[in-house]
């Protein structure tokens, strides 16, 4: 019980202040050319390590607050989302990505889904331009970027984990 | 199909999750579409809208049946009430048909009482007796109405009887009783209206006949001569139809025919009476 309040208030936080740093922190400063996505890692770490029901609720959750921060269409970033959390879970079986650099790899494969993914779904939904924008460098390059990004979160998220679960151990060590 | 089901049954919340996020995103799409909403979320939504139609036409449906059951148990009840009053109706009809029968059955009595040149006193018939010996009937008038013992009692249709005071059938202050011409014991002067001829009118026992004897031997009787009060007896005034001649009966051993008459009064129907008590109308 105890961890699992623990997973989702580090979940929520950084979620929040992955939003932060996406929309007001970076976004005035690339100026909207590049949208840097730090929730996107989040979700494929949820999609790894986190059992379906709760992954699924928080994945909806830091997807909907993404949305909800992002402007007019957060329903386009609530579905991908969504949508990235399920192939997250429905390939994971198959893969069984156990090293660190195949995990790193496939969420690099998995970030560069969600961003066709949004635009496309953003193409349909909202706007046929929006798929237009799939040929352009800036797009290229935030798949690039953001699969980076995903990569340190994933690792981030791998080590926050590992840490607290190594507290009790270490009390018990100091106590002992 | 069910093996699939169980394989993936842990992948059902984030499912539900993303067909939530997919409708929410095509309503979203729908509603903030500024030209014509895209042909995606009108699909999404007639799909996702389909469960919700089936519920409205389902619970529509159920209303209505609801309404109907509803409808039909107040219309169980109406009908019971209607059913109720309609028994009443009924009843209250067949008591005004009966008020307006002796309504007229008094009319026609008043019509006749006003020709007559005799004092009356009109009655009610309240109690029959036909056993085989005695032919009479009880009025609800009696000593204190001015009822004597001898006086005619008379109907439109004809003579009746007179007021008998015996034991067993005594005259009180309410009521009376009649021994009706049918009676055996009953006699009364007539005449053949046609021919004048007189003779006495006996009682038979039977409502339906009566004996017209001690004629004359010259009386030419014919059928359907009508046999009426003489005015001899004092009793009955005179005038008063008593009966026609049914048929006639004639024998060489006898002095004089004799005719059996079928009164004119049908005493099993008779309800009102008149009782003659004076000798003239004022």
Redo the contacts between chains.
Sequence with gaps: MRRKIRDWFLVILFALLGIFFQFRLMAPILKDRLELNLIVGLIIWLGFFK???E???M??II?YLLGAVSG?????Y??S???L??LT??LKERFSPLKPGAQLLFSWGLVAFYQIFLLF?AG???KKEYLGEMGSGYFLLEIFINGIFSVLVFHLFNQLDNFFDRIPEALETRKA | MSSILSRYR??????I??LF??I??????YQ?AEQSP?I??RAVLEIAGAPARAYSYLSSKFRRLWKKYFYLVELENKNLILQKKLAMLEMENQMLREQALENLRLKKLLNFKNHLDFQTIPAKVIGWDFSSFAKTIIIDKGKADGIKKGQAVICPRGLVGQIIDEPGKPLTFTQASVLLITDPTSRVSALVQRTRDRGIIQGTGKTDRLLFKYLSPETQLEKGDRVITSGLSQIFPPGILVGVIQSIETNPFWVSPQGWVKPSVDFQHLEEVLVVVGENQL
């Design positions: 059992n379906e029901t992954g699924a609720l994945s909806f997807s007019v269409w957060s329903g386009v609530l579905f989302g969504m949508s959390y399920l879970q429905f779904s349909i939904f909202v | 842990h992948l059902l919340i984030p499912i999750l993303w996020s997919l929410l995103l095509s309503v979203q799409s903030g895209s995606f979320s």
